[in-house]
């Protein structure tokens, strides 16, 4: 957007759409970690393919993790960076592991 005064255009706007893109590209990569993870597991038996993909998807956050602290990216910038992927990932594992304690019946369950 064009400043009233001066006629430049407003240095934002471009910060804006590059976090934008960055976090377009951080929600794909997540995405594709999980379905790369589930279509891992399709050929567990059934009994361990939860505990497996909470495992998947806590080795693929340890390795974004890693990633992040290789590249030297900023943990808290306003933008998603491997860091939120990592944690993303992390949560999602924790999920699934839950998930996997109470659909087995040995784990708190929702009452």
């Known amino acids: 957007m064009r400043s009233i005064r001066t006629g430049h255009r407003d ?3 471009d910060n ?3 976090a934008t893109a960055a976090n377009d590209s951080a929600l794909l990569r997540v995405v594709i970690v999980v379905m790369l ?12 393919r939860l505990p497996a993909l909470s495992a998947l998807l806590f080795c693929a956050a340890f390795v974004t993790a890693a990633a992040a602290a290789i590249t030297g990216d900023s943990p808290f910038p306003h933008r998603l960076t491997r860091w939120d992927e990592a944690a993303a990932l992390a949560m999602l594992s924790l999920l699934v ?3 996997s304690d109470v659909l087995d019946g040995g784990g708190p369950g929702l009452g």
């Open 11 to 13: 240095s934002t706007e």
């Open 16 to 18: 804006g759409d590059h």
């Open 37 to 48: 993870s589930g279509l891992l597991t399709l050929g567990i038996p059934d009994g361990v």
């Open 97 to 99: 592991g839950w998930l």
